[in-house]
């Protein structure tokens, strides 16, 4: 199950809970996650603790692979909106698609793929699937 969390947020569209459900299903995701949308503070002070940047960034992701009472938990993600509306401004496209992409981003994250080890499978990927979901939002 994948829950997503967006209080002071508006969905990006009433079909993304839905379509991050798609997406984890189609990379085989085990377990469950969440999705929190947060602001630029929140996201800049877990970035500055686990990673040691002080900055805003797009996308974090947290794995955790927990077994809880109901099985299996995968991890958390968050997608920080005002850095994701000037992405999606500068990439010419919704802010929608920009969190589809952030949270598929996310996503293979938790599956236990990373960039900056890979060759480039996992954008590739990524890339990917943001193609075969992104038209299903504005």
């Given at each position: 199950?994948?829950?997503?969390?967006?209080?002071?947020?508006?969905?990006?569209?009433r079909?993304?809970?839905?379509?991050?459900?798609?997406?984890?299903?189609?990379?085989?995701?085990?377990?469950?996650?969440?999705?929190?949308?947060?602001?630029?503070?929140?996201?800049?002070?877990?970035n500055?603790?686990?990673?040691?940047?002080?900055?805003?960034?797009?996308?974090?992701?947290?794995?955790?692979?927990?077994?809880?009472?109901?099985?299996?938990?995968?991890?958390?993600?968050?997608?920080?909106?005002?850095?994701?509306?000037?992405?999606?401004?500068?990439?010419?496209h919704?802010?929608?698609?920009?969190?589809?992409?952030?949270?598929?981003?996310?996503?293979?994250?938790?599956?236990?793929?990373?960039?900056?080890?890979?060759?480039?499978?996992?954008?590739?990927?990524?890339?990917?699937?943001?193609?075969?979901?992104?038209?299903?939002?504005?």
């Amino acid at each position: 199950m994948i829950a997503v969390q967006h209080e002071g947020f508006p969905l990006p569209a009433r079909t993304f809970p839905a379509l991050a459900r798609k997406v984890a299903a189609r990379i085989g995701l085990e377990g469950g996650a969440t999705i929190r949308l947060s602001g630029e503070e929140e996201v800049r002070t877990l970035n500055r603790t686990y990673r040691g940047k002080d900055r805003a960034t797009d996308v974090l992701s947290f794995p955790s692979g927990e077994t809880l009472p109901n099985g299996l938990y995968a991890g958390d993600i968050l997608v920080c909106m005002p850095v994701a509306a000037e992405q999606a401004r500068q990439h010419g496209h919704s802010l929608a698609r920009e969190v589809l992409l952030l949270a598929i981003h996310g996503l293979l994250h938790l599956k236990g793929l990373d960039h900056e080890v890979d060759r480039g499978e996992m954008l590739a990927l990524q890339e990917s699937l943001f193609a075969e979901f992104a038209a299903e939002l504005p």
